[in-house]
């Protein structure tokens, strides 16, 4: 594919993303704002970056005068990572940091592009199990992630870079949303 025709392709993606379910998690991380909930946000590879990049929109991006501070934590922390994968195996390296720091009512963010990473979906049943409000956010046809959160938002495409792609273009639209309001 030329470069031409890959902006051509997303151009045609983006006509065909959830909307509803875009909008629904707006709507789900204003409330966490509001009631001091905590979000936790985690991915694997490129997924782990954008899972990075938009828990740093949320806490310092939003920051704004009369309006509650977003708590927000990213479950790759290096050295706890490591210690779970080499010693207990990988597949508990977001679920067991995660069982340390949630609590009820706050909120999980799994970002697989496939939706069967076995780490994400082994934080998300944790996180289920916790109490916590969960949120997948991937592509293809959401995998195995998309029966065990309560929202999902299923990027439709089987391009593995336009569904990362669309994946940080949705982040940034939820920022934006959550700081214009």
Known sequence: MEIKGYFASLT????????????????????????GSCVFVFGNGGSATTASHFACDLGKGTV??????????TLHDIATFSAYAND???EVVFA???????????????????????????????????????????????????????????????????IEDMHLAILHAVFRALVER
């Open 96 to 162: 067991e940091p995660l069982a340390n720091l949630a609590r009820p009512g706050d909120v999980a963010i799994g970002i697989s592009a496939s939706g069967n990473s076995p780490n994400v979906l082994r934080a998300v049943k944790v996180a289920r199990e916790m109490g916590l409000r969960t949120v997948g956010i991937t592509g293809y046809r959401g995998g195995k992630l998309v029966d065990l959160v309560d929202l999902c938002i299923v990027v439709p495409s089987d391009d593995m870079q336009q």
């Open 64 to 73: 704004a005068e009369g309006r509650p501070r977003f708590r927000v934590v």
């Open 12 to 35: 045609g993606l983006i006509g065909r993303l959830p909307w509803a379910e875009i909008e629904e998690f707006a709507g789900l991380l204003r409330d966490a704002r509001e009631k």
């Open 88 to 90: 207990c195996g990988y």
